[in-house]
């Protein structure tokens, strides 16, 4: 019962954390679109070191999309993008610097989809927008989840205190 607490407490401080980063991106104008840096995704590593992130970012993730008028597709598959990418890096916990591989990978594959459905491009734009959001996912999760990965192997005591790992 304990252990079920502390999870649920992680996941839903993460998704508030996710919700919070996306309002940043979202003022200034980078939260959405074929060019997005959501700084939020940078907690798509966190499931390296809690399983409790993965429920938590997806949540985020959805939220975020709900509050800042995303389309019912961008809800929908931008918010299974997230947890596919969440979920890549719980399996990839082992090699904690890969972490944020399936976050890029599963966003730019699926992101340009939502926005060819949403009429923001034809199928011609599909590479465009691939590159373009996995551009971004490459800044968010690989740049900046990186450099939170880096900074919790260094500093044990805090990774300890945030996570009890």
Not at 37 to 63: M, W
Not at 65 to 72: E, K, M
Not at 147 to 154: G, Q
């Amino acid at each position: 019962m304990k252990n079920n607490m502390k999870n649920l407490t992680y996941a839903g401080i993460i998704a508030a954390l996710y919700v919070a980063l996306t309002a940043v991106s979202a003022a200034f104008g980078m939260s959405s679109g074929a060019v997005q840096v959501r700084i939020s995704e940078a907690l798509c590593v966190l499931p390296v070191y809690t399983f409790a992130a993965v429920p938590g970012v997806t949540l985020g993730c959805l939220i975020s999309n709900l509050i800042f008028g995303a389309s019912l597709y961008d809800i929908a598959f931008g918010t299974i993008a997230t947890l596919i990418g969440a979920a890549g890096a719980y399996f990839l916990r082992k090699i904690p610097y890969l972490a944020s591989l399936p976050t890029i990978l599963s966003n730019a594959v699926i992101i340009p989809l939502v926005l060819i459905l949403q009429g923001v491009g034809g199928w011609n734009t599909f590479p465009y927008f691939a590159v373009t959001v996995g551009l971004g996912e490459i800044i968010a999760c690989g740049v900046l989840g990186t450099v939170l990965i880096i900074y919790l192997e260094r500093h044990e005591k805090h990774r300890k205190m945030l996570f009890g790992k």
